[in-house]
């Protein structure tokens, strides 16, 4: 049926269509017809700027972003990036890349067009909340030298708390966790803000080893699926903080292996969730390399935390509200979370 159907289209079409490109449409079609916005069919070229997205070797501009159905949703920008310095703030819509439309593209690929050699330069369109227009900013790829993890001592009513961002769960999140919470531990800090705000996800591994820094024993999330056995993961030992109070602190941005680790601490009773809802990604994809050099990225299972609550198109609500404001250089988030922390300290 799908070839009458492409066969018929190409011979009476009043326009001519070549055959690839209707090949390629029927796959995408076939995809999307699951109406599920975490599974795509990339095309061979899409393919590669998936490989692109992921290569050290191509740099940014500096900012990590989600998917959006108009393109990425900025979700942070890195402080004196070409983003910063464009104007780029969270919230923002990146809709074109290069003067082509990104909606409707996996974030992947979309974050594919953007990376490039540094040095070279990328236009984008990006909308901004409550403006009509989008504006056209040219921007000069640039290495972006962010380190994945970055803590501080902050005193705050009198207590020393350790305040520990980290940005994205890429290979050794949890390392670098560790590296920056010790120092800060073995100087006295009587209690701990992990700040997972704008962090996309990563890796789930990362996720569990980085919740096993403070969850001694037990479960921390388990997937399953249609085809998928359920697979519980538990806590790997190796805990540096198992008793210290804590806020682990949140906002729209906060998706994937966040909220794993999110809702792992707040399941087991270890941390009080401060900020906005989070983006609520509760589904894992497997990636398909297909014969035709295209890629099948397909939503396989589901994660469930600790209580059993799958995460999809729901997120975490944070037991205290507080949200930052893009505009301000001031955080107003923060010091909610401090005072959350700094309150459980006897």
Avoid: C, W
């Amino acid at each position: 049926m799908r070839d009458q159907l492409i066969h018929a289209i190409e011979d009476s079409y009043y326009k001519k269509v070549s055959h690839g490109e209707l090949e390629q449409a029927s796959l995408k079609g076939i995809v999307s017809s699951l109406h599920d916005p975490f599974s795509h069919y990339l095309t061979p070229t899409e393919a590669k700027l998936f490989r692109q997205s992921l290569n050290p070797a191509f740099e940014g501009v500096g900012m990590s972003v989600r998917d959006d159905k108009r393109g990425l949703r900025v979700a942070g920008v890195f402080n004196r990036s070409p983003a910063d310095r464009a104007g780029i703030r969270p919230d923002d819509v990146i809709i074109a890349v290069n003067g082509h439309s990104i909606a409707g593209l996996p974030s992947t690929v979309s974050t594919g067009r953007i990376k490039g050699p540094a040095g070279t330069f990328v236009t984008l369109g990006v909308l901004t909340p409550g403006q009509a227009r989008p504006r056209v900013l040219r921007l000069k790829r640039e290495r972006i030298e962010v380190p994945i993890a970055a803590g501080r001592m902050i005193r705050h009513q009198g207590k020393l708390l350790a305040y520990v961002r980290l940005a994205a769960f890429d290979a050794g999140a949890h390392g670098a966790v560790q590296r920056e919470l010790q120092p800060l531990l073995k100087k006295g800090a009587q209690g701990i803000v992990l700040d997972l705000r704008g962090n996309p996800g990563g890796l789930l591994t990362e996720a569990v080893l980085t919740a096993s820094l403070f969850i001694e024993k037990g479960p921390i999330v388990s997937t399953s699926g249609r085809t998928q056995p359920k697979h519980v993961f538990d806590a790997q030992g190796g805990t540096i903080a198992p008793t210290q109070p804590m806020v682990v602190l949140v906002d729209r941005g906060s998706a994937s292996s966040s909220e794993i680790v999110t809702g792992a601490l707040r399941d087991r009773g270890r941390a009080t969730v401060v900020g906005e809802k989070t983006y609520g990604k509760g589904v894992f994809q497997n990636v398909e390399p297909l014969q035709n050099g295209g890629v099948l990225d397909l939503t396989v299972g589901s994660y469930f935390l600790p209580k059993g609550a799958n995460l999809a198109h729901r997120g975490i609500v944070p037991t205290v509200p507080a949200r930052d404001v893009p505009k301000t250089r001031r955080d107003e988030a923060l010091p909610i979370a401090l005072d959350v922390v700094a309150a459980k300290i006897r």
